[in-house]
């Protein structure tokens, strides 16, 4: 089944504890992206990325950290977590990088800093 | 920038009316308009998109109309049922960022019976 499998799905965490969310997609899709869901603001972009090794920000990235070791795996790092951090996560991948193509999103990770 | 609007924030229906729910947009440039629905605590879902080309898409009761001069397109929904209460996004491509989505803040739609 093709899938964007994201973990953890919820998480409350402490201020400055380093975590990592994981995303990991099946579907050898070159284009992998992470937004964040806040009431009232819609979705928005944190961090893409076009292919292994190629990142890039997105409209709100500052806290967050990325890598793109390999083609199915986008981990979101988040080295110093603060309140304003706490959000709905979610990962996004798409066959490329080409506009129009279908995004497939993750199930969505729940994190709290406390 | 970019931004895309949408309006209203939250839209109540009675079963069997039609609900229509208006995105305008920043960016004469931008080509591809993606709708999602979002239930309770779920992923977004793509539930019907339109690219620049066309004027108009429909998909059984959901309909996507776009106005490239105005920058503004529509999501028509008839009949409505129970089913089709969730939270509605549209969407805009932009130049730049890939396969990126600009986000409209959203729809809570709730059809009463």
């Known amino acids: 089944e093709a899938q964007v499998t994201q973990n953890p799905r919820y998480l409350i965490t402490v201020t400055g504890k380093k975590l990592t969310v994981t995303c990991s997609q099946n579907?050898?899709?070159?284009?992998m992206s992470w937004y964040r869901q806040d009431p009232g603001l819609g979705l928005r972009q944190i961090y893409y990325?076009?292919?292994?090794?190629?990142?890039d920000k997105g409209d709100v990235p500052e806290g967050y950290k990325v890598s793109r070791k390999e083609k199915r795996n986008f981990p979101l790092i988040l080295e110093s977590p603060s309140p304003n951090q706490t959000s709905l996560y979610f990962c996004?991948?798409?066959?490329?990088?080409?506009?129009?193509?279908?995004?497939?999103f993750g199930e969505g990770s729940w994190l709290t800093v406390v | 920038g970019e931004n895309v609007e949408q309006h209203p924030s939250t839209l109540s229906v009675q079963e069997g009316d039609s609900a229509v729910i208006k995105c305008t947009y920043s960016?004469?440039?931008?080509?591809?308009f993606p709708w999602y629905k979002q239930e309770l605590g779920k992923r977004p879902q793509l539930i019907i998109d339109i690219r620049s080309n066309v004027g108009e898409k429909k998909d059984q009761r959901i309909a996507v109309t776009l106005n490239k001069t105005a920058k503004h397109f529509s999501l028509h929904i008839t009949e409505t049922q129970p089913e089709d209460s969730a939270v509605y996004f549209c969407a805009a491509s932009f130049t730049g960022g890939g396969n990126k989505l600009t986000f409209g803040t959203g729809t809570q739609l709730k059809v009463e019976l």
């Open positions: 960016d004469s440039a931008s080509n591809y």
């Open positions: 996004a991948s798409s066959l490329s990088g080409r506009i129009g193509n279908t995004i497939y």
């Open positions: 579907m050898n899709h070159e284009y």
């Open positions: 990325s076009m292919n292994v090794e190629v990142t």
